[in-house]
């Protein structure tokens, strides 16, 4: 009798190029003697999951995958369990969720590291999949790579460059107590912190210098696993940093998003710091940080499809079209971009972050901030609605969508918003509940996402959301302007 073929070779699951590039992890995992490899996928909410293998259980991953449970498709952000897995359908209408079954990773090549933190561990991302080879539907790195598809088919293809603000902070007593300790749906108290600098100095030499060991320690492992660093500064608040880096195509920079928020907070923990992603937290003097999206399109050739050839104009008229789209339909889109309840608390006037759709040339209190000009090919759009803990995935897939509407319809953005927070445009939501709201009732994001997706991830996010507005009401609070303790146990130390 015919063995049957292993899972990745029966289904097709790897190209030419990544069964080249499985080869040359095996010979590297034998040559460097690697003893464990993390195998990570990124669920839902964009958090890095992981399982930690042997190197020989990862070779044999290599040919047939790797089982994990489905249950961290299926909960909150406070690990709560949102859907029924223990029923028919699991909660879902899909025979193929009942019971919590498992999944398959794949690794993908490409995506493997050794972790210069973690002595003797590689890392790869992997994909989701059925047990009968169909890919995971609530995998969004698979509906990103179906985004990039579509722009692949009309012969374009996505860059991205990132922009992301975050904390970085002393950890004050390592102790855990009981006060630390949650459960499923109720997040604990997170970790005593301190400031490393006093802040409000932006661009300070001397408070920049106080976070230089941690700080060159980061750029030094993020050079080893690939991760393309142009610079860190300290921003506004205390302890507050800014990291960019080098633009990528969009499925590698929305791969490198995952690592560089979890290989951040791993070497920071590490070192006795304590790095969040958290948007604004509930400390005394912490402004709100953001993640700028830059995004442009590329031809074929590698010709910058944004770039204009007219004097006097930002854009090409594919540019400005796919700037429409982004304005159009940036309320349904914010669940992608701004995915918590805390996130929301950004959209202020005159706050360095945009509170309506709106646009202009190097602007920064608009939406999206157009840089470059007449034939420069780094002409780009700087998305600056995003939060620095959005799942890359669904916030840069939510970018394609958006933009092909634009050009498909020929959208006009309109002239440049010079007075951004009076511009006569559409407001941004004001809270996770009006965005979710927004995503329900929008035709786009239901026909390029799908309805199944689509109404996963609005349970999935709507019970997070109640669950803030049931402590408002257990509390008798109303909500207001300054972030709550709810948001500072729920989001704190979960990026």
Known sequence: MTKPAPFIERHGLLSGEQRRQADEVRRRIAAEKIGYIRLAWADPHGYARAKLVTAEAFVSALESGHNINIATSTLDSAGARVFSSFTRGGGLGLDEMTG???LIVVPDPATFRVLPWAENVGWVLCDEYFTSGVPFHFSPRHLLKRQIERLAKRGWGMRVGLEVEWYLLKVADQTLGEEHIGAPGVRGRPIGVSPPEPGYHLHSESNLDLMQPMLLSLANAYEEIGLP????EN????????????????????????LFRTA????????GYFATFMTRPALKGYCASGWHLHQSVVAAD????????????????????????LLAYAEPGAVFSTPTVNGYRRFRANSLAPDRATWAVDHRGV???VLGGQGDPATRLENRIGEPSANPYLFIASQIAAGLAGIDAKLDPGLPD???????????PRSLTAALDALDQSPLYRRDFGDLFVDYLLKLKRTEAGRYTQFLKDYRLEPGDDPTVWEQNEYFDWF
Request: with cysteine; aromatic share 8%.
């Open 418 to 428: 010079l007075e951004p927070y009076t511009a006569q445009r559409t407001l941004l």
């Open 229 to 232: 660093l142009r610079s860190i």
């Open 100 to 102: 919590s079954p498992n």
């Open 367 to 369: 939406m999206v901030r």
């Open 302 to 325: 590698g010709g910058n499809v944004f770039a204009s050839q007219e004097t006097g104009q930002p854009l090409s008229p594919f540019g400005l079209s796919y700037l429409g789209g």
């Open 264 to 271: 951040t907070r791993q070497m920071c923990r590490r070192a």
């Open 235 to 258: 921003e506004w608040g205390p302890g507050q940093v800014e990291c960019t880096f080098a633009p990528q195509d969009a499925l590698a920079a929305a791969d490198a998003m995952v």
